[in-house]
């Protein structure tokens, strides 16, 4: 069966350091990956989504990147993080496109 | 517009039924979503529909499409206090590769013993 690995479970860090958070799937190959934010609101917003190895979608303009260096790893990354970059990050995949979408347990970021 | 609304709250006793609504608005939407988020944790895929279908039941759950209207409904029979969480509604798009899941912003479930 599939699974969907995130670490860390949760990071404090101070505003204007890097970031790397990364995501892992097991059990299938060229699946969909994506990046989602969920802010205090509890709304979802997607970040970035992976069709393959290196190709990288971005939905909005922020601090943040993506990056797909193999089939099953997804990374986000920042070079200076932002207070506002706090939040819920949470990543999933799918089988294709218009499949159910499948998440790990989430990122916790606090930025002090 | 891409529009995802849900109610925030609902509350519901132990042993009730709960239905948690949801309105989209892109008819072209192929399938819809429910997503359970208990605190602290990912999204659970807990079922979902292909646009055209009108009901979907799974054990407890039964989802019930409204095409017409653009409507979405959860039922969950028998509510436990472990159902207490977050429910997301989703909507998916067909032709985008990436699969965008349009989602709405949440409806807290609270169930009371």
């Known amino acids: 069966s599939q699974t969907i690995h995130q670490w860390p479970a949760t990071l404090v860090q101070p505003v204007g350091s890097p970031l790397s958070l990364e995501c892992t799937v097991e059990?299938?190959?060229?699946?969909?990956l994506y990046w989602y934010r969920q802010a205090a609101g509890r709304g979802l917003q997607l970040l970035f989504y992976s069709v393959g190895i290196g190709q990288i979608s971005s939905e909005v303009p922020q601090n943040l990147s993506a990056s797909r260096p193999q089939d099953r790893q997804f990374i986000l990354s920042s070079k200076k993080l932002l207070l506002s970059d706090s939040g819920f990050y949470l990543c999933a995949w799918s089988k294709e496109g218009n499949q159910p979408q499948h998440f790990g347990d989430g990122t916790r970021l606090s930025i002090l | 517009g891409e529009d995802v609304e849900q109610s925030l709250f609902l509350s519901v006793r132990e042993g009730d039924s709960s239905v948690i609504n949801c309105t989209y608005t892109?008819?072209?939407?192929?399938?819809l979503y429910w997503y359970k988020q208990e605190p602290g944790a990912g999204l659970q895929l807990l079922t979902y529909?292909?646009?055209?279908?009108d009901m979907k039941q799974d054990q407890r759950l039964t989802v019930l499409l409204n095409k017409k209207d653009k409507h979405l409904s959860l039922r969950i029979a028998d509510t436990q206090t472990g159902d207490s969480a977050i429910y997301f509604c989703a909507e998916s798009k067909y032709g985008g590769s990436q699969g965008n899941l349009i989602f709405g912003k949440g409806t807290k479930l609270s169930v009371k013993p």
């Open positions: 892109d008819s072209s939407s192929t399938y």
């Open positions: 529909i292909f646009s055209n279908m």
């Open positions: 059990g299938t190959s060229n699946p969909n």
